[in-house]
């Protein structure tokens, strides 16, 4: 059973950055998609961001610009380091791992294993 791990979520000013990380163990990192997704107070879960194990990468058009995602393969990490933050950005954010790795896969189904979540919380 793989296990992913978030860290880095926190406290930040508007126009802040933070960098999450996700570490992932028992499974295969190097072959799988791995994306980030977030859910705010009383809304659906979201995309966020993808990378293939090709190194492609999708985001969506909220966060386009903004957030960069990002993989270590040696370390079996991925990142997302999030820049110009705002209040709306405020979520607890997963990361989540697919055997679909050669897609960038932009809903959560495809999904197989997801971490625990790291809460964001940007003030204005």
């Known amino acids: 059973q793989e296990q992913l791990v978030e860290s880095g979520g926190g406290l930040v000013q508007a126009g802040g950055s933070l960098r999450l990380s996700c570490a992932a163990s028992g499974g295969t990192f190097t072959e799988q998609a791995m994306g980030w997704f977030r859910q705010a107070p009383g809304k659906e879960r979201e995309f966020v961001g993808v990378i293939s194990w090709s190194l492609n990468t999708y985001y969506a058009d909220s966060v386009k610009g903004r957030f960069t995602v990002a993989r270590d393969n040696a370390k079996n990490t991925v990142y997302l380091q999030m820049n110009s933050l705002k209040p709306e950005d405020t979520a607890v954010y997963y990361c989540?791992?697919?055997?679909?790795?050669?897609?960038?896969?932009?809903?959560?189904?495809?999904?197989?294993?997801w971490g625990q979540g790291t809460q964001v919380t940007v003030s204005s």
């Open positions: 989540a791992a697919s055997r679909f790795g050669g897609s960038v896969l932009r809903t959560s189904s495809p999904y197989d294993f």
